[in-house]
């Protein structure tokens, strides 16, 4: 239960977990307040016990999950060369929670809630190609063409509802989910694709393939979009100037271009995104006609302009191997320039129905460099250690908006009940922190309100924030060993994330130490975390936006450590 992990932040933590003089709340502790109708009720502002959360919430789960494929495979007769192929696969799944939260539960006082929730998920899919492989002296070459069809579908249906109140009376009217018509969804996504390999004499081989996707996500005029790729590889290692040299066992180098699509769409209605559709509205949004209340239903915002999020890279890498393959590893260059970015964005006052959208926002740039090493530095007969490292440098850039205007336009990212805290424009990383520059003071400990002057007009307006880093690390690195003697192999893996950075909202979401802060009016105490002492800021409205709760989030982590031993016949019958 998320929420108990957030009331187990702000809860007072000096009052207990357990009352023994009240029952009334299953025998936990609870923030209290007397109501003219039931009494002594838990105060509806307060921060609920954390513990009683949990205990008191029986949510049950239980899913079948049904996996089926076929796999045919047709060598011609008489045409040996030409093979036909075939794959079917199904997938079916079906899973209900149940949720029992009893009338006594703070959480859920005094009616307590009871219902369920379905979901049935089916995924299809039919994979047919033909594959023609021929070899002629130091020629070698192979093409393939085929169809693909896949077919996405969920139905999710609920119903909650509350138990009998104290007089009697189910309160259907307030306590009944309007989500209890099922909701159902399916996309569907046909591609035409192919490939060809040419390879001369094992030193020089190259690659094409195409694809033409379309996804019923977009509307008929965008739906279709080809993805054409292009490699060449020379395997140096095998030219004659090689033959006489004792460095090299192996060097290839990579040349490549492609394109790629991207249809994935984090929204509720991301099946129908591009079409008007209806969501039923919320617990309690109701419209009587007599004595009868029905359930509204709100239009959704959509996009008919929507279309695929096309990826263009360019690559150029080198592999290699040398000292009897003791060491082996590979250095890549990329380039990588996305347009039409799918992104969901904050839509102008009466643009649409509702104040985000689906859109095609811009064009991002990736480069980066990443380098591997395999290496074996021991090798004897007894004795092995192997030694892998791993690093990968990225930088990306937004070097098109297109749903503003002007050099200063930017789109509004993540943020807090508050306002935006991360934004992108041109000529910055997607989703940079977008903030105001803190001043400190002489103990080096933050001014609430007080911030940099940056363009100098002698006030702190929204035209002071800057972009001050992002969540996308700049260097990714991995480092794993494995020392093997004998039976016996004793091994771990390392791996870190550098330069990058988050938002703290843990931090800034308990700053307020002021008497309100810390003392509601409305009869609690809420919890703060240590920073907030550190800081000691009151209530000022963009607290929130300042560059100190822009931390640095690098770190180095252990993934796992292994002792093994290899038996060689266990038990006398496992080898």
Same mark, same amino acid.
Not at 5 to 13: K, R
Not at 98 to 113: E, F, K, Q, V
Not at 128 to 145: G, I, Q, S
Not at 545 to 565: E, H, K, P, W
């Given at each position: 239960?998320?929420?108990?992990?957030?009331?187990?932040?702000?809860?007072?933590?000096?009052?207990?977990?357990?009352?023994?003089?009240?029952?009334?709340?299953?025998?936990?502790?609870?923030?209290?307040?007397?109501?003219?109708?039931?009494?002594?009720?838990?105060?509806?502002?307060?921060?609920?016990?954390?513990?009683?959360?949990?205990?008191?919430?029986?949510?049950?789960?239980?899913?079948?999950?049904?996996?089926?494929?076929?796999?045919?495979?047709?060598?011609?007769?008489?045409?040996?060369?030409?093979?036909?192929?075939?794959?079917?696969?199904?997938?079916?799944?079906?899973?209900?929670?149940?949720?029992?939260?009893?009338?006594?539960?703070?959480?859920?006082?005094?009616?307590?809630?009871?219902?369920?929730?379905?979901?049935?998920?089916?995924?299809?899919?039919?994979?047919?190609?033909?594959?023609?492989?021929?070899?002629?002296?130091?020629?070698?070459?192979?093409?393939?063409?085929?169809?693909?069809?896949?077919?996405?579908?969920?139905?999710?249906?609920?119903?909650?509802?509350?138990?009998?109140?104290?007089?009697?009376?189910?309160?259907?009217?307030?306590?009944?989910?309007?989500?209890?018509?099922?909701?159902?969804?399916?996309?569907?996504?046909?591609?035409?694709?192919?490939?060809?390999?040419?390879?001369?004499?094992?030193?020089?081989?190259?690659?094409?393939?195409?694809?033409?996707?379309?996804?019923?996500?977009?509307?008929?005029?965008?739906?279709?979009?080809?993805?054409?790729?292009?490699?060449?590889?020379?395997?140096?290692?095998?030219?004659?100037?090689?033959?006489?040299?004792?460095?090299?066992?192996?060097?290839?180098?990579?040349?490549?271009?492609?394109?790629?699509?991207?249809?994935?769409?984090?929204?509720?209605?991301?099946?129908?995104?591009?079409?008007?559709?209806?969501?039923?509205?919320?617990?309690?949004?109701?419209?009587?006609?007599?004595?009868?209340?029905?359930?509204?239903?709100?239009?959704?915002?959509?996009?008919?302009?929507?279309?695929?999020?096309?990826?263009?890279?360019?690559?150029?890498?080198?592999?290699?191997?040398?000292?009897?393959?003791?060491?082996?590893?590979?250095?890549?260059?990329?380039?990588?320039?996305?347009?039409?970015?799918?992104?969901?964005?904050?839509?102008?006052? *009466?643009?649409?129905?509702? =104040?985000? %959208?689906?859109?095609?926002?811009?064009?991002?740039?990736?480069? !980066? @460099?990443?380098? /591997? $090493?395999?290496?074996?530095?021991?090798?004897?007969?007894?004795?092995?250690?192997?030694?892998?490292?791993?690093?990968?440098?990225?930088?990306?850039?937004?070097?098109?908006?297109?749903?503003?205007?002007?050099?200063?336009?930017?789109?509004?990212?993540?943020?807090?009940?508050?306002?935006?805290?991360?934004?992108?424009?041109?000529?910055?990383?997607?989703?940079?922190?977008?903030?105001?520059?803190?001043?400190?003071?002489?103990?080096?400990?933050?001014?609430?309100?007080?911030?940099?002057?940056?363009?100098?007009?002698?006030?702190?307006?929204?035209?002071?924030?800057?972009?001050?880093?992002?969540?996308?690390?700049?260097?990714?690195?991995?480092?794993?060993?494995?020392?093997?003697?004998?039976?016996?192999?004793?091994?771990?893996?390392?791996?870190?994330?550098? *330069?990058?950075?988050?938002? =703290?909202? %843990?931090?800034?979401?308990?700053?307020?130490?002021?008497?309100? !802060? @810390?003392?509601? /009016? $409305?009869?609690?105490?809420?919890?703060?975390?240590?920073?907030?002492?550190?800081?000691?800021?009151?209530?000022?409205?963009?607290?929130?936006?300042?560059?100190?709760?822009?931390?640095?989030?690098?770190?180095?982590?252990?993934?796992?450590?292994?002792?093994?031993?290899?038996?060689?016949?266990?038990?006398?019958?496992?080898?």
């Amino acid at each position: 239960d998320a929420g108990a992990v957030g009331a187990a932040l702000s809860f007072d933590p000096t009052q207990p977990v357990y009352d023994s003089n009240n029952a009334s709340f299953g025998g936990y502790w609870e923030w209290t307040q007397n109501d003219a109708k039931f009494g002594l009720i838990p105060n509806p502002q307060a921060t609920r016990n954390p513990l009683a959360t949990l205990m008191l919430k029986n949510d049950r789960s239980k899913s079948n999950d049904v996996i089926a494929s076929a796999e045919f495979d047709y060598k011609v007769h008489n045409f040996t060369d030409l093979h036909l192929h075939l794959n079917l696969g199904t997938e079916h799944a079906y899973g209900k929670q149940t949720l029992d939260i009893p009338t006594y539960a703070a959480s859920n006082y005094p009616y307590g809630r009871q219902g369920y929730e379905d979901q049935t998920k089916t995924n299809n899919s039919l994979n047919v190609y033909a594959l023609y492989t021929k070899e002629l002296a130091r020629h070698k070459f192979d093409v393939m063409a085929g169809y693909e069809w896949q077919h996405f579908y969920r139905e999710t249906y609920n119903e909650y509802k509350g138990y009998a109140n104290p007089d009697g009376i189910v309160d259907n009217i307030t306590y009944k989910d309007p989500t209890s018509e099922p909701t159902k969804t399916e996309n569907y996504l046909l591609s035409l694709f192919g490939r060809a390999n040419y390879s001369f004499d094992d030193r020089y081989l190259f690659t094409a393939t195409f694809r033409n996707d379309r996804s019923s996500r977009f509307s008929p005029d965008n739906r279709s979009a080809f993805f054409p790729s292009f490699a060449f590889a020379w395997k140096a290692a095998n030219e004659g100037f090689m033959k006489n040299q004792t460095l090299f066992n192996d060097l290839k180098l990579r040349l490549g271009y492609g394109t790629t699509g991207q249809q994935e769409i984090s929204v509720p209605n991301a099946d129908y995104a591009y079409i008007p559709a209806y969501t039923y509205n919320t617990t309690g949004a109701y419209y009587p006609f007599g004595n009868t209340y029905y359930t509204t239903s709100r239009p959704d915002a959509y996009n008919p302009e929507l279309k695929w999020e096309t990826t263009y890279t360019y690559n150029a890498g080198v592999d290699f191997s040398i000292l009897n393959s003791r060491i082996n590893g590979a250095v890549d260059y990329y380039f990588r320039h996305t347009k039409d970015l799918i992104n969901q964005i904050t839509a102008p006052a *009466g643009m649409n129905f509702r =104040n985000k %959208i689906v859109q095609n926002v811009g064009t991002l740039d990736n480069q !980066g @460099v990443e380098f /591997s $090493l395999n290496t074996k530095p021991v090798v004897s007969k007894d004795f092995t250690w192997e030694l892998n490292y791993n690093v990968a440098f990225n930088r990306n850039k937004i070097t098109k908006l297109t749903v503003g205007s002007g050099d200063g336009y930017i789109a509004e990212g993540a943020g807090t009940f508050q306002g935006y805290v991360q934004g992108s424009a041109v000529g910055y990383p997607a989703n940079s922190f977008y903030v105001y520059q803190q001043v400190y003071d002489n103990n080096g400990r933050p001014i609430e309100g007080l911030y940099v002057d940056r363009n100098g007009d002698h006030q702190i307006t929204a035209a002071d924030r800057y972009f001050y880093h992002n969540g996308t690390p700049d260097v990714n690195m991995g480092l794993s060993s494995k020392i093997i003697y004998k039976s016996f192999d004793l091994g771990f893996t390392l791996r870190a994330s550098i *330069g990058n950075y988050m938002f =703290n909202g %843990i931090a800034v979401g308990g700053s307020n130490v002021s008497d309100g !802060g @810390v003392y509601s /009016s $409305l009869g609690f105490f809420t919890n703060k975390p240590v920073s907030a002492f550190d800081t000691n800021f009151g209530t000022n409205s963009t607290n929130f936006l300042s560059d100190y709760y822009i931390q640095n989030a690098s770190f180095v982590r252990c993934d796992n450590i292994t002792l093994g031993y290899s038996f060689k016949k266990l038990f006398g019958v496992i080898n």
